[in-house]
């Protein structure tokens, strides 16, 4: 099986495994607890948060461990919900995950305002700027990458504007994080990051919050994490995540990462030569290197794809894991302008570090040949 679905999740990487292997073994203790084993086990807590706080470019101590992204970001608009006043708006982005777009709909329901995004799928910074120069509400959140087109967003613009009007801004960064150098994240109040996107486990990741600053917790009855965050850390599982990401900041700083946008590209170019009526969407837009999310011809249904592509042993996927199994058009390629007929032929598929050039060779032939198959049978 050739994998090509490191969007929904990446497999766990060998320095990831031996951490928490070596971690479970040797720190049995609770690091709440006061006696020697349980000191032991906040120390590697402690030394964790200050890696990942050196990642983002944050305080530790604005960090709080979570059991990955979707708790993180619903705990975000737990809190603003708490928080705001009952006539304060909030603004989302079109393209948010579902846990951000579903969650801050239940919380503030009328008050989210969608902040639209281009036909590239790019959110519409003309108009964030001109909207957020008459209103001023109370959060805006826009993630740094999208998870099905891969297409990076203006977040350091938009931070800049947020903190020009004092806007608490949140960015959830599962998909940037480990494939794009972490550094500046840590400037933006809110940043939400999961292991398992970058190599690390799956059930863990964190919430960065503004210094010093409360949360109003999503799970009570404990002391943990400062009071924000209850029940005891899962420190093997952590000490794993921070062991992968450690790992991805090295790895995207050496000259053979470059080779994996290119090897990406020449995919794109080859399959676009060899499927007329295909499109790549968001392609003219800084991209994170691995993903390609495409339109295939016309009359070629996404589901079959992935099936048909399964069999030939490639895993690739329809869009966001969420959404699978819904035949259901995906509400990014709506934001994008998208008719439901044309986002039902989308098919994504996203890389990893572990993909090489031949992946992608071997990949466009499968394609070519269930192409191939699908207008012979029909
Ligand atoms: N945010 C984005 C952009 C994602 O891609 C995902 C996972 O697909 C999540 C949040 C949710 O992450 P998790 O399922 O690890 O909680």
New binding site residues.
């Given amino acids: 099986m050739i994998y090509f679905d490191y969007?929904?999740t990446a497999p766990v990487m060998r320095e990831a495994r031996e951490a928490w292997l070596s971690v479970t073994e040797k720190l049995g203790g609770n690091p709440s607890s006061m006696h020697q084993a349980g000191t032991r086990a906040a120390i590697v807590l402690a030394e964790a948060r200050e890696k990942l706080a050196a990642f983002l470019g944050c305080h530790p101590l604005d960090l709080v461990w979570t059991s990955?992204?979707?708790e993180a970001?619903n705990t975000v608009m737990h809190h603003f919900a708490a928080r705001l006043a009952p006539t304060e708006r909030v603004f989302v982005s079109a393209i948010e995950?579902p846990?951000v777009d579903e969650s801050s709909k239940f919380y503030f329901g009328k008050r989210v305002k969608t902040i639209p995004v281009t036909r590239e799928g790019v959110v519409d910074l003309d108009w964030l700027t001109s909207e957020l120069a008459d209103a001023r509400p109370g959060l805006v959140a826009v993630?740094a990458a999208n998870?099905e087109t891969g297409v990076l967003q203006p977040w350091r613009e938009i931070l800049a504007i947020c903190q020009a009007y004092d806007i608490p801004f949140f960015t959830?960064a599962?998909?940037y994080l480990g494939k794009q150098p972490g550094k500046g994240l840590g400037d933006c109040s809110y940043v939400s990051g999961?292991a398992?996107?970058f190599g690390g486990p799956r059930g863990v990741?964190f919430l960065k919050v503004p210094h010093r600053s409360q949360l109003t917790p999503l799970l009570l009855g404990g002391k943990q994490e400062g009071g924000r965050r209850a029940g005891t850390e899962n420190v093997p599982i952590i000490a794993a995540m921070i062991a992968a990401l450690e790992m991805r900041e090295k790895q995207m700083f050496r000259s053979e990462h470059l080779l994996r946008k290119v090897w990406r590209d020449n995919f794109e170019a080859q399959f676009l030569r060899a499927l007329p009526g295909a499109t790549i969407l968001g392609q003219n837009q800084p991209r994170l290197w691995n993903t390609v999310s495409a339109l295939m011809p016309e009359g070629d249904r996404k589901s079959q794809w992935v099936v048909r592509l399964d069999k030939a042993g490639f895993a690739v996927s329809t869009g966001?894991?969420?959404t699978t199994g819904k035949e259901e058009p995906s509400h990014v390629l709506s934001a994008m302008g998208y008719k439901s007929a044309q986002a039902m032929r989308a098919v994504r598929f996203s890389a990893g570090w572990e993909t090489y050039e031949a992946d992608w060779e071997a990949l466009l032939k499968a394609i070519l040949k269930v192409h191939a198959d699908m207008q012979h049978k029909g």
């Fill in positions: 969007n929904a990955g992204a979707t970001n995950h846990c993630m998870n959830d599962v998909q999961a398992h996107k990741g966001s894991a969420c």
